[in-house]
């Protein structure tokens, strides 16, 4: 059973999965409860993308707390494991790295990043409070900087605009000098971590998932512009409020207890990556919607919002 409200994704995303006999579809708004017989709950719930969350920030508080409260009140009452989606940003501005999961981060309350970085901590501290008032069986992974197909092309993430931009041949806009680092996850390993904390015994987390391999956002795009062979010319526009400087997850306690390490390295996954970009969004739709015979209502009002955001 999926639920989405379609706030940052589109229909296109899940079209392969209907019509499939284990899959069922339903437009939901986590801020609102929701009852149902099930065993497990990944609650992934949350705009993730900066432009996306700080577009309604208040909206984005409420889907990390009361989206994770009525989560965590559907695993209580059927007594279903729940694994809540962390992040990266719960260490804020790091002020050590790498960042293991028994570092406490260096937070903004009261900044344009707060909504999402203080949402999360927030949902980890329900989550946890669950556990110890209520003893629901909870996991909790800290998910580091995840790409890949599946993007939206304007989900306004650093990975899919370089791509975008290089295979338009337009500017690459880096904020600030590009000496900030990220340590990119690709999806395949991202969602492989995640099945195995959650269908594991040893540890309930938080477990941070990531690669620990850094690179600083220039060469990110200097990688792009070789892969993709395009002719873009680095620009450099303002830093965004309270951008993190680095970050790259200690793994240490995901290799020891999930028997888990990224498999996929930058080079492979954006490669992968560009070769999904490069057909259009529109045609990679149409390819799905032939390959199972059915139509799908495409929410290309949703596109239209998403570059708007991203510009
Ligand atoms: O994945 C994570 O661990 C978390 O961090 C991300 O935040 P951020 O790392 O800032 O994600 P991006 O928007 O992709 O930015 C990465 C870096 O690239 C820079 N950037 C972004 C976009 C762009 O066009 N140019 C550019 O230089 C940003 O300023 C930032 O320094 C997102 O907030 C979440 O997806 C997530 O929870």
Not at 37 to 52: L, R
Not at 286 to 295: E, F, M, P, T
Request: charged share 25%; proline share 5%.
């Amino acid at each position: 059973m999926c639920l989405d409200n379609f706030f940052t994704s589109t229909r296109s995303g899940i079209a392969d999965l209907m019509g499939h006999p284990r899959f069922e579809f339903i437009r939901h708004d986590v801020t609102e409860p929701f009852y149902c017989e099930c065993d497990m709950v990944y609650n992934m719930a949350c705009p993730a993308s900066p432009v996306h969350y700080q577009w309604n920030p208040i909206k984005t508080t409420k889907v990390s707390v009361l989206g994770t409260i009525n989560m965590m009140g559907l695993a209580k009452r059927v007594k279903a494991r729940i694994l809540q989606a962390s992040t990266s940003e719960i260490y804020g501005d790091p002020e050590v790295t790498p960042q293991s999961e028994e570092y406490w981060g260096h937070v903004n309350t009261i900044g344009v990043r707060s909504c999402y970085d203080e949402g999360k901590r927030v949902a980890e501290t329900l989550a946890f409070d669950y556990l110890r008032s209520n003893n629901v069986d909870i996991r909790v992974a800290r998910i580091f900087n995840t790409y890949g197909p599946g993007m939206h092309p304007y989900d306004g993430r650093v990975v899919s605009n370089f791509i975008l931009q290089a295979l338009h041949g337009e500017d690459i806009t880096i904020y600030g000098d590009g000496s900030q680092t990220r340590s990119f996850g690709y999806v395949d390993d991202t969602v492989d971590g995640l099945i195995r904390l959650m269908n594991q015994e040893a540890t309930i987390g938080p477990v941070n998932i990531g690669n620990p391999n850094e690179f600083t956002v220039k060469e990110l795009a200097e990688m792009i512009i070789e892969l993709t062979g395009s002719k873009s010319k680095i620009v450099f526009l303002p830093l965004p409020g309270d951008d993190p400087k680095q970050r790259r997850p200690n793994i240490t306690r995901a290799k020891a207890l999930l028997e888990w390490e990224p498999k996929v390295q930058l080079r492979e996954g954006l490669t992968k990556t560009i070769h999904y970009f490069k057909v259009p969004f529109s045609e990679t739709v149409l390819n799905r919607q032939r390959a199972d015979g059915k139509h799908h209502t495409i929410d290309r009002s949703c596109m239209f919002i998403m570059r708007a955001l991203a510009s």
